[in-house]
């Protein structure tokens, strides 16, 4: 197989891990994934400097890094250094595997019921912000923060519940 | 993490920030170990959401605001893999074709997921998860219904499918139906294999069923019986009540809930301990009833109650606990600032020995919006143990539905309900010990020896408290409490009461223990079987149900009352 090809599944492999690092840092689902592909573009590119056996989540979190980068300068002139990186890296490795989530949350999102679900649609579909979201339906910008919260924080719970009763 | 950093972390999530805010969130993140925690673990639910919305898209595609070149070499490597990623999870055809899907439901072929729709023909190794939705297959022969909230992956041509949680019903001969406890092969049968995190249930309505464990030896089951498997455990067998007859009874409840709806909004004077007597009417459980048996929010009577809960003031124990318990139930997210208002009364009324009364404080506090229900008052000195069974349920209602309580609310309840259990491990009215908290106006029927509807009370309330704080000081309380069910258990009446005292409110309570514990029996008692073939004798021409007897409930609307507990009975059990 081709270090290019390699990559790839590599890169296919670890894509919500990738994702979610991105999207920690813009959190807009469309712009992360942009960003996930030009990644994607920049790791095969550079297949060749990765050595099998080393870390590809690291490695490949540092092309991300350069690209988040530059996007932050570019899009609102905020500028971040290597340690805000580190520190968010590490917290992301203690994430626990995003594929054994999706399960459930796609189960407990069944639970979510009208409103909230339009909320989520607009939020994640669109990619709207609150405060378009609050211009579109008339709430404040206060109370769309605070459902979209509250969504958060049911959902969690919900996962952890479906995955401790899974283990026990 | 402090509040502001709460809230700013949220408002990132949300795309609230301006410039300022953003740098300053970045300058905490940088700071703050915590922070970066939360914001790993919510960002990668975020990531995880915005796909499976993406899956299930119901608006019109959102314009794609970037991007648009991926250069070739690149797009033709991922192209190879997803096509070998395509072809290997390609698989036989089942012969098995979706022919209905209501609500949500998805179908995974390989690493694609996709809507599931009519018409799609069914390969091996497919798996069709379904949320808020259901699904029907069928091929010659064959009638497959996948319930909501379930997952299952299609193998061997169709003849084997692989149940990995929840409920699918199917009409079949010979098709295996499997899941991590063992399989089912269905014989000429109808049958429901129902796979929970704890244990799974096969049900045969019609034809048998061959239940196989491995290590554990073959079983049959016939037509009207169940097998219970749970790990570890000896398959237990008994018998079921058929769904159909149970649904029907329930519609016929259901309309005569309808024929009498002007009395489901009439208030009620109730009972008085302390202070004024509270007013309460019967939409909170009539809401319940009709929710459970299936009646959708657009039915005018739903809609007609639903209003009416939410838009008087609570001024019972039991109204706030059975709201809340309806509200959580018919849609937590949508109810959750009146859930929080039933939370916080609940919480600020407990009695100062760990009971509720009737009266909830009737001036509405100014319920924070976030955050845990704190306790800021207390309620009179002491209540009684049926209403608070209910208030401790209503509580964790309000807990499901994601809303913290008081822990100390909840271990003053369980410390109430530790003291006051009797020798022989049942519950009475009170606390037989304590002759004070005798309730004088009702001793002549409510006694504080040990009695089913109490005892039934002591167990759900337990069981509830300790699903909530993980707490295993009342295991003990429960499992004599359990002995006392087991020993003394009827469904013709309220163990040691007389013939029709509080009956059905017997019923439920027990259920409630039953389905909180997870347990199909009280000793060799099963007790939806016996619960449910009870309701079937009783139930009048007219759908209703009227069990109640004697002078004791003689403020009620019996009918109504007894029908709309009839109905929890029987939807009790999901």
Redesign the interface.
Known sequence: M?D??H???L??KHR?GL???L??VL??????E?LF??V??VA??KAAEFQDGTNFVAWARTIARNKLREHLRRR???T?DD??FD??E???D??PN?DV???A???C????????RQM??W?????????AIADRTGAS?AS??????????????C?ER?IS??R? | MNAEEKDLLHRHLNGDLDVAEQAAFFAQLQSSPELRRELASLATDEMLLSELVLEGRTAAPAPRRTRTWIPGAIAAALLLGLSLILILGRGASTGLRVVAVAGAATLQRGDIDQPLRPGIALLDGDRIATAKGRATLEKPGTVVEVQDDTSVVLRDRGAHLRLEHGIVDARADGLVLSFELGAAQLRKANARVDVAPDRTRVEAEEGSVVVERADWPQLDIAAGEYARMEPLQRTTTGRIVRRAIVDDAVRRGCAFLESRRSDLVVPITSEKRHGTAPRRTYAELALLALHRAGIPDSDPLKAELLGSVKGRSVDSTYGAALQAMALAEIDPLAHHDRIRLCAQLLVDSQCRNGQWDYAVKLAVPDVPAAGRIRRRSEGPAAGDNSVTSYAVLGLHACSRAGIEIDPDVLARARAWWLQCQNGDGGWGYNDAGDAAANDASRRTATTNSSYGSATASGVASLAAIRDLQKDPRSDDAIRRGLQWLGGNFAVDRNPRKDPGFVHLHWLVTAARAGVVLGTERFGAHDWYAEGAEFLMGSQRPTGQWTVEQGDFMKAERNDVLDTCLAILFLRNRR
């Open positions: 081709s290019a090809a990559i790839a599944q890169v296919v919500h994702l979610a690092y999207y920690g959190p807009d689902a469309h712009v992360a942009d592909q030009e994607c573009v095969v590119q609102s002139g905020i971040v340690a805000f520190g968010l590490s917290a992301f203690g994430v995003p989530r999706k399960d949350l796609r189960r999102l069944g639970g979510i019921q009208d409103r909230a989520l649609v939020r994640y579909e669109e990619g709207l912000t609150a405060a910008r769309v923060n605070s459902l979209l919260q509250r969504v958060r924080e049911i959902l969690r719970e996962v479906r009763e899974a026990a």
